[in-house]
């Protein structure tokens, strides 16, 4: 078997199913063909995710994470999920039963509609849209509202401050996510993932020089992606919606059993989803990192990508204490702002100036300097010291 | 500059990471119930009954004297002394018999392990165990330890507690030497509780 058809698979195995069932059903099993593995991957993937990520935040406090069931604790997640499945699904008495009810179902149902536009791999996408981006955002919007659902739903003080600062955080990130990722359709000229991702095939000797991420304005736009990106999945630093030492749970104080696990796996599966638009948008989407790689297949390469991101998320996560409401504010509006627009212009000047190094450092020059006079700007002459402790010294 | 404490915070956290699969010292969490750590000698959970030679019932030093009964703060220990008398099988008390307890009872979830019961007995018949491991699941029956649960021999008291242990045999010697030279001297029994000051 070539590479080749090692890497079209799952699309060949697909085009025979299709071509062998009855012509009356053809497109609905198309459908059925197409959803299906993403409704089983993607719940593995947070399963696996869930425990490796307990394991490796445990390493990072010099712990052992969770080791006890099966095979170095890898089964962890099957002794949750029989645990909320098990447990009482209490509704408070007043609830609005409809709303509490349908706010879990319509988060984790969101996040798979964001599933659609995303290519897992060479033709390998549920709807190759022309907007693909603009449903994509659209479809991360619902998501605002299944939140607010919940924390209003569950007629609850703690859901409904969770989900107030979920909104105000969710709508402030919104902004830099989709002003960076304005940068890279700029320079692709096209809203669809699949043109994006062909945009930046090809390799330069060995490397993947069209990869965005290894331009400036590209490599700026990245980290400002990823840091919109870890508030908009409500990930530590920025989980205050589901700030457990001062409200809880934040939201989903109120839900119990089986819902409460939907909300995990939603916010995994929302995680996952804007990761995978990351790989799409900056990484080369399933393109292989260097020219001689290219015989593993490319869906193995979207999600060694993906994988890579959400350890990135981990990482961040056992590093960082969570920020103040006002610092959350502060941060997205005074300085993510003027920094994806910066990022904008530079893309502007890249699209229009010739290749070659000089190119590099004019793009470059805006952005550092931003960078550098906001961070002076925004510390305000202060200076951060070793604070020291009249008692407990 | 903006940024360098969050880049010195990661490369921290990573080499918590990388270091917890390279050096065992990092990993400083004992695996409970596979590994235990070695108990300090003078921990103490609760109380057990100490009895000499190997029969339990007949070496128990208990002559329920109910001091401790009487003295323990939340009253977890409850006693019925015997009609009759049972020979001093354990060698202490001078050959004589010895009340003993028909019922020894101490409840586990009122104790609260302050060992004013082992400073109370003249007979230095209760001591402390170190055994933390107490759950059941039969929350009255299983709470409440009989007599029969509660005795132990001496060498376990001297195998928990060295040092104790030989203060106490100590003090039993000398008490038994001071009972035995009495008679001999005044020819008549000694009281019961001669040298009953059992320090520790």
Known sequence: MTTQAVDQIFVTIKHWLVFHSPGVIQPAVSLLLSVLPLLIIFPSLFAVTTVLERKGLGRMQNRYGPNRVGPYGFLQPLADGIKALIKEDIVPIGADKLVHFLAPLLL?????????????????VVADMDSALVFFFAAGAAMEVSIFMAGWGSRNKYSLLGAMRAVAQMI????????????????????????????????????????????????AGFILFMIAATAESNRSPFDLPEAESEIIAGYFTEYSGFKFALFFLGEYLGMFAISGLAVTLFLGGWAAPLSFLTFIPSWIWFFAKLMALIAGFIWIRGTLPRLRMDQLMNFAWKFMLPM?????????????????????????IPIVLLYVLLGR?????RKLEKRTYRFAE | MLGIGIMKGLVETARNFFGSYTSKQRLTTVQFPDERLL?????????????????????????????????????CISITKSADKKPDYSGIYSGKPQFYPEKFDIDVSVCMSCQICVEVCPFEAIKMDNAFELSTDDRFGGLLWQKERLAKPNSY??????????????????????????????????????????ER
């Open chain 1, 172 to 219: 402030s990130y919104e902004a830099p996510l989709i002003l960076s990722s304005i940068a890279v359709v700029m320079i692709a000229g096209s809203l669809s993932t699949t043109t994006i991702v062909e945009r930046q095939s090809g390799f330069w000797g060995v490397w993947p020089y069209h990869w965005y991420v290894f331009t400036p304005w590209g490599m």
């Open chain 1, 108 to 124: 984790v149902m969101t996040a798979f509609l964001e599933y659609a536009v995303i290519p897992v791999g060479r033709n390998m």
């Open chain 2, 39 to 75: 108990q300090p000698e003078a921990t103490r959970v609760f109380p057990f009954l100490v009895y000499d030679t190997d029969d339990w019932e007949k070496g128990l030093r208990c002559v329920a004297c109910k001091i401790c009964e009487v003295e323990c703060p939340p009253r």
């Open chain 2, 157 to 198: 008291y001297q195998a928990i507690h060295p040092t104790d242990a030989a203060e106490s045999d100590a003090a039993l010697a000398e008490k038994k030497a001071k009972a035995e030279a009495k008679p001999a001297a005044a020819a008549k029994p000694a009281p019961e509780k001669a040298g009953a000051a059992t």
């Open chain 1, 377 to 381: 700007a925004l510390m305000g002459g």
């Open chain 1, 340 to 364: 994806t627009l910066v990022v904008i212009f530079s893309a502007g000047i890249w699209r229009f100036m010739p290749s070659g190094v000089v190119r590099w450092v004019v793009c470059a």
